[in-house]
Nanobody
Framework: EVQLAESGGGLVQPGGSLRLSCAAS????????MCWVRQAPGEGLEWIAG????????YYADSVKGRFTISRDNRKKTLYLELTDLKTEDTAIYYC????????RGQGTQVTVSS
């Protein structure tokens, strides 16, 4: 059974930074494409970043490019998302997902950007 557990969210001021983590189990993490998606209040799911199994190739939505960095540690079976220069519009629940936008995901971690 695929299990994903996100952590690291919180309340941060505009311009601040956070690091999200996602602990994975129940599947071959080192062979999986992984991504981060988010859901802002009243909105649908938005794909924001993806990373291939080897960790070298990464992809970003325009809304976060240059501010967020996705990475992974296959030995620790953990996915990361470094968020910098946060904006109020980044407020959302952040999920890690196996595969694409419609893949299994965890319970999410809340990121709130507010002064």
């Amino acid at each position: 059974e695929v299990q994903l557990a996100e952590s690291g969210g919180g309340l941060v001021q505009p311009g601040g930074s956070l690091r999200l983590s996602c602990a994975a189990s129940g599947f071959d993490f080192s062979d999986a494409y992984m991504c981060w998606v988010r859901q802002a209040p009243g909105e649908g799911l938005e794909w924001i970043a993806g990373i291939l199994s080897g960790g070298v190739s990464t992809y970003y939505a325009d809304s976060v490019k240059g501010r967020f960095t996705i990475s992974r540690d296959n030995r620790k079976k953990t996915l990361y998302l470094e968020l910098t220069d946060l904006k109020t519009e980044d407020t959302a629940i952040y999920y890690c997902a196996q595969g694409g936008l419609d893949g299994p995901r965890g319970q999410g971690t809340q990121v709130t950007v507010s002064s």
